[in-house]
């Protein structure tokens, strides 16, 4: 049998959790009135269009690496020898702290910005909706992903599969309509969707709690904000929406 590609095993662990986050959502909902089936033709079209435009990134961004010579820094050669399991976690600290300030700077206007907003037009999160990603923010996202993945740490296919699927899993997580239970205090590690859900709302939390996998970033960086602080009954979403087709390309 032909060995599985690093894009089959990402998609079996984004299925999985998929369905895991569905039937969570319905057993501890964080908004109980929350109706998704009338965002979901709106987020299946944003998921096809993603699928597409993540592809088609993975395939042209090792083309610049390449001709620039890229090669793994000698510093950072004896992690090549790593387990498994710490090669994962130093990947996803270097990229995350990479994306942090990506998706901070996003949020200064200007192209950058327009690259972003269509992950910002979700009037309401749930599980599906995280996956709202322009062509240019997927094409933006993916420069440190694939330096750390193919290039710094130079994963095999089931590595990088286990890897990218990881970061599925995140962001199926941090956008679910999932309420935590008290006794679980992730939120001073990981992001969570208590952590992250102000960050799509209408106000000035917009511009806070940027990171994607890990909160220390925010707080490190002075632009954490503590969801218990915050209004519970935020609006969802942008004030002003430019068109569907345009967000979607990122322009």
Do not use: C
Not at 2 to 20: C, G, M, N, P, R
Not at 104 to 119: C, E, S
Not at 208 to 226: A, C, E, I, P, Q
Request: no cysteine; proline share 5%; charged share 15%.
């Amino acid at each position: 049998m032909e060995a599985l590609k690093y894009q089959d095993i990402e998609t079996i662990i984004l299925v999985a959790f998929a369905l895991f986050f569905f039937v969570m959502e319905r057993l501890a909902p964080k908004h109980a009135t929350l109706d998704a089936k009338a965002h979901l033709k709106t987020d299946i079209l944003a998921f096809v269009f993603l699928a597409i435009s993540v592809n088609f990134s993975r395939f042209v961004v090792p083309f610049f690496y390449d001709s620039i010579g890229f090669k793994t820094l000698g510093l950072l050669e004896a992690t090549l020898t790593w387990p498994f399991f710490l090669k994962l976690i130093g990947a996803h600290l270097i990229s995350d702290f990479m994306l942090y300030w990506i998706h901070r700077f996003m949020h200064k206007g200007g192209f950058l910005w327009r690259t972003h907003q269509w992950h910002h037009s979700a009037e309401a999160l749930y599980w599906f909706s995280g996956f709202r990603t322009s062509f240019m923010h997927a094409f933006i996202y993916a420069f440190p992903q694939v330096l750390v993945g193919f290039y710094i740490f130079k994963f095999t296919p089931l590595e990088l599969g286990i890897g990218f699927g990881v970061g599925a899993v995140s962001n199926l997580f941090t956008h679910s309509n999932l309420a935590l239970p008290k006794w679980m205090p992730l939120h001073w590690v990981f992001v969570t969707p208590d952590f992250h859900h102000p960050h799509h709302s209408q106000m000035g939390t917009q511009n806070k709690n940027f990171g994607n996998v890990f909160t220390f970033w925010d707080r490190l960086f002075g632009s954490y904000v503590d969801p218990k602080k915050i209004r519970p009954d935020f609006k969802y979403g942008l004030k002003e929406k430019p068109k569907n087709w345009r967000m979607m390309i990122g322009l």
